[in-house]
Nanobody, 122 residues
Framework: QVQLVESGGGLVQAGGSLRLSCAASGRTVRNYVMGWFRQAPGKERETIAVISGSARTTYYAGSVKGRFTIFKDNAKNTVYLQMNSLKPEETAVYYC???????????????WGQGTQVTVSS
């Protein structure tokens, strides 16, 4: 099983940018569908972006399309989420996860990181 550790969260003003990192160990991210998710207090976990093992295919939730970019560096075994034009309502804990199937729902992902807090101030 792959182990995942997220980093890069923090406090940012509305309209600002952050880049989250998800470092993998134990297995290579090239063999997995990798996803980024977020969960705000009292809300369900939401799929933000997903990238295929080959990185040829990506998926974005409509709410982040055009502002967020998911990409990976196979040499570093790391998946990234570049977030631009952040909004206060996007304050949440952000998680990365790995799956062996191309499905978007969080329940399809087997391995999860511990999450990193992103707070967007207005």
């Amino acid at each position: 099983q792959v182990q995942l550790v997220e980093s890069g969260g923090g406090l940012v003003q509305a309209g600002g940018s952050l880049r989250l990192s998800c470092a993998a160990s134990g297995r290579t991210v090239r063999n997995y569908v990798m996803g980024w998710f977020r969960q705000a207090p009292g809300k369900e976990r939401e799929t933000i972006a997903v990238i295929s093992g080959s990185a040829r295919t990506t998926y974005y939730a409509g709410s982040v399309k055009g502002r967020f970019t998911i990409f990976k560096d196979n040499a570093k075994n790391t998946v990234y989420l570049q977030m631009n034009s952040l909004k206060p309502e996007e304050t949440a804990v952000y998680y990365c996860a790995a799956s062996t199937t191309w499905r978007m729902d969080p329940a399809s992902f087997d391995s999860w990181g511990q999450g990193t807090q992103v707070t967007v101030s207005s």
